[in-house]
């Protein structure tokens, strides 16, 4: 990875699609400090959800290419739900890996903010597994819903205990000026806030909004020119698992998420312990307590304690969110795997301000496809 | 590739699209002669456009995966608009390539006949530019009898010249069990047919039809251990123009598909004159003439003649759309890609049947999205 951008995450931004994408595009490619010649991007791969339901407008890939001032170039759209960021992360690492390119783009971009809220639900719903879920009323605000009730029950533990998420990533998203939300939460005003669909509070789900973020790849041969600290992707990793929640074994455990981090720490050669910051999907406080689980950062039922425990802010054990994470720098679905990539590599590369995780040299960034059926694991790492 | 299938292409199935890409894929795999430990399908890509829009279901990827009987593996979707299958072919390709995999299946679907006409015509414009197009009232018809004029009025040729095209590929459709049109057409018929947007007759545009394909990818070591003759995938290559007819330098000069083509002959260390037969994209018989010109078959303004001077049929200079192409097969948006695929393998494996192209060996493929503006091109290759 060898340079990165990203636009404010916002509401109501005036600004067409693929102009979001282009920006944050740009910014990227002026992130990069080597010889401009050695490092002319090849392709494009944009990660994208809701552009044609909600914009009138697939075919993002070239429309993107293109607005970015790079015409001609192989370019494609990838789409995996709320994971489509990442999907892009890992076609670009792909088209690095199999030796086609020297240097790729990876963009993720949504823009949600611009229709009713009606029409975005039930757009987001398409994520579900549609005849059985979403076509029976069920939102992703519902089905979370679901999974944090059994785990609720299953463990016998209090709901309140799910603030602290909300808490760190508000805390977090304070000093990020690329996030949306600027304002602390405390275990009163998450207490305060208003259930959604019980037992989810609005503040255990991440806000609706516009975003678009954007890194470059290359080569390690490209990358030995451009300035230091380099950054390797040490892991990219994908894996699945079934759509629809009725098809689970077991509604607490994310056996996509374990496979898919476990694959990555194989490729990797780590494992949780030496993980430095870990930006999980918090769409929901519950879906961060699960990938904590599913990550092996926490035995099953104990995720949720390294919240009250405090080790998840970014001097704790495992610092999650540490720029605001979904909850509080917002959730671009299609943006958000690769804003995640971008403040992992801020953080690893001393780049972080306020924010900065001490000595961080190894991150990793999971995001998520659904309720946990798409899940996707890189691992970065600082190599000088 | 070690593997191919397909579901005939069709109007009004009744069947969810998960199942009808899992039957086509399910068909892959067990076309796949090999020892079954040795070829455990490790990832699905899956290609696909119209999903979100007309059957509320995004999240395809994981979803096909599952009712494929393959939970667990990575997927995700590739979009490319009407590329969106050779988009998917692209990235299982480097998944290949990239060593992350030896097994990996590449699927493209498309349902589009289960929606009102209208619906599916908008959803079809969303491949447009679509505040400079679609929403101006552009239809993927009007915007190539844009061209088409062009083409007309530039070359001062008479139009009745393209119904070569539409002729071949009814022909070769009436033998191949899985096209979607079994009726010949003349040059009378094609004539008679009703002008949809002037120039462009209905026998110049292809049919909304539900479909999908798939094939089995792996890497040259597990195809050692399977089934002679072996298909070498000996170019991938893709290259976009804008995707705004305003925006191109000239309208009748697909400049994504000559750089995609060239890409693709450098790759293979081939040329025109080795390829067998070419399935291109004959979204519109105007897109089938400027492709040959676009690939070196033809200089600028002769590609309609070798429909005239009889060079496309399956014994002809450069034979396409030999089983019936998108015009006659069918085409399914997002499922075209793969299926030009699966029947160019078919043909190099000497398993065409009425349709075989005599001692063809090299196969070139070209799947586009938009009026030209993504262009995927691959050369398949008989290796014994």
Chains 1, 2 share one sequence.
Not at 30 to 55: F, H, K, R
Not at 105 to 121: L, S
Not at 175 to 190: C, D, F, Q, R
Not at 361 to 368: H, I, K, S
């Amino acid at each position: 990875m060898i340079g990165v951008g990203q636009i404010p995450v916002t509401k109501g931004l005036d600004q067409p699609i693929r102009e979001m994408a282009a920006t944050a595009i740009k910014a990227a490619m002026n992130d990069v400090e080597a010889p401009a010649d050695s490092t002319a991007v090849q392709a494009v791969y944009t990660g994208n959800m809701l552009s044609g339901m909600l914009s009138h407008q697939q075919h993002l890939g070239a429309l993107v290419a293109d607005a970015a001032g790079l015409r001609g170039v192989e370019a494609a759209t990838a789409e995996a739900a709320c994971g489509s960021g990442a999907a892009a992360m890992r076609w670009g690492y792909m088209a690095i890996a199999s030796g086609a390119y020297d240097v790729v783009v990876v963009c993720g971009v949504e823009k949600m903010t611009h229709t009713d809220r009606y029409e975005t639900t039930r757009a987001l719903a398409t994520a579900s597994d549609w005849p059985n879920e979403g076509a029976h009323g069920h939102s992703f605000v519902s089905l979370n819903a679901v999974i944090m009730q059994e785990y609720l029950q299953h463990y016998w533990v209090n709901r309140s205990l799910f603030a602290a998420f909300a808490i760190n990533a508000h805390r977090n998203a304070l000093t990020n000026p690329n996030a949306l939300l600027h304002k602390a939460v405390t275990i009163e005003s998450y207490e305060d806030s208003p259930t959604v669909q019980n037992p989810i509070r609005l503040h255990d789900a991440s806000p609706i909004c516009d975003g678009a973020a954007a890194l470059v790849l290359s080569s390690a041969g490209v990358a030995q020119s451009t300035r230091r600290p380099r950054v390797r992707v040490a892991a990219s990793a994908s894996a699945t698992d079934s759509v629809g929640i009725a098809d689970r074994r077991n509604l607490l455990t994310l056996e996509g998420a374990a496979a898919s981090s476990h694959k990555a720490y194989q490729q990797a050669g780590v494992g949780p312990e030496d993980i430095d910051l870990f930006e999980l999907h918090d769409a929901f406080t519950i879906m961060a307590v699960l990938s904590l689980e599913a990550a092996g950062f926490a035995e099953p039922g104990k995720g949720l304690w390294l919240g009250a425990d405090g080790e998840i802010g970014l001097t704790g054990k495992v610092p999650v969110s540490t720029m605001g994470g979904l909850k509080a720098r917002g959730h671009p679905v299609g943006g958000t795997g690769v804003y995640q990539l971008v403040e992992a590599y801020l953080q690893i590369t001393g780049q972080a301000g306020p924010n900065q995780v001490p000595n961080a040299r190894v991150a990793m960034t999971q995001n998520v496809g659904g309720t946990g059926a798409t899940v996707l694991t890189h691992i970065l790492e600082r190599m000088d």
